[in-house]
């Protein structure tokens, strides 16, 4: 984790100090090497968030491009007392969970049902598969042109000869990053591909973005599950070619 709490107090790590989980108060000691991004680690996390995973420094780097205040909220479901740590979650209410490791879909669709306005920043960068199938991206995608002007959104009838197929059925926005930890110089310059949830007709919607482009889109707070549907109802109802 990237902050603890020492005296009551939300804390990046500090060499030398010791600090407990906000989750669930055990005792965690500061990692400050010159190797790895500075966090926190557990002296135990028996009792912690059963939803919690290693972080590797792919996974910590993107929650440190949001305010620290957004940064490993805990939220409540008042209704059935379930919590859980977001690892970002914004102040109009999106969760932005950011995943490397493979993920089980039956807690990838627990964590979409808890958190439900979402979107997933994904590694897909972790298997060589992965990073050699989106290199042909534009073969497998048409641009949507809209009389003479060139939008940035794309409809793909083969998202699964791109895109890992166990995030194709994301009822929420799934973020490809290829440029993570694994990253081949074969990349450099690849865009994130944003992979909006469901159909329009046969095909799915993507968006090539920026890194830049997808952090100032969250950080103005212009996404929401509202704001997808929206450009979806919209893609939908244009005449284009």
Wanted: with cysteine; glycine share 6%.
């Amino acid at each position: 984790m990237l902050t603890a709490n020492i005296d009551g107090n939300r804390s990046r790590p500090l060499p030398g100090a010791i600090g407990t989980c906000p989750f669930c108060h055990s005792e965690m000691i500061p990692r400050c090497g010159e190797v790895r991004v500075h966090h926190w680690a557990h002296k135990s996390i028996a009792n912690c968030d059963p939803w919690r995973e290693p972080e590797t420094d792919w996974h910590r780097e993107w929650k440190n491009e949001f305010p620290l205040r957004w940064q490993e909220k805990i939220l409540n479901d008042k209704k059935t007392g379930e919590r859980h740590i977001a690892d970002v979650h914004t102040l109009s209410g999106l969760t932005v969970e950011v995943q490397h490791s493979r993920l089980d879909p039956k807690e990838r669709r627990a964590r979409e049902s808890f958190y439900q306005d979402m979107i997933w920043i994904v590694d897909a960068s972790r298997l060589a598969g992965n990073r050699k199938k989106i290199l042909n991206w534009r073969q497998f995608m048409a641009r949507i042109i809209q009389g003479r002007t060139k939008t940035n959104l794309y409809l793909s009838k083969e998202a699964q000869n791109i895109f890992p197929d166990d995030w194709l059925s994301s009822p929420v926005p799934v973020c490809f990053d290829y440029m993570g930890p694994k990253s081949d110089p074969a990349l450099d310059g690849l865009p994130l591909f944003l992979l909006y949830p469901g159909s329009i007709g046969d095909k799915r919607l993507v968006e090539p973005l920026p890194r830049d482009g997808l952090l100032r889109s969250i950080l103005s707070e212009q996404v929401s599950m509202n704001s997808v549907r929206d450009i979806m109802h919209n893609v939908s109802r244009l005449r284009i070619r």
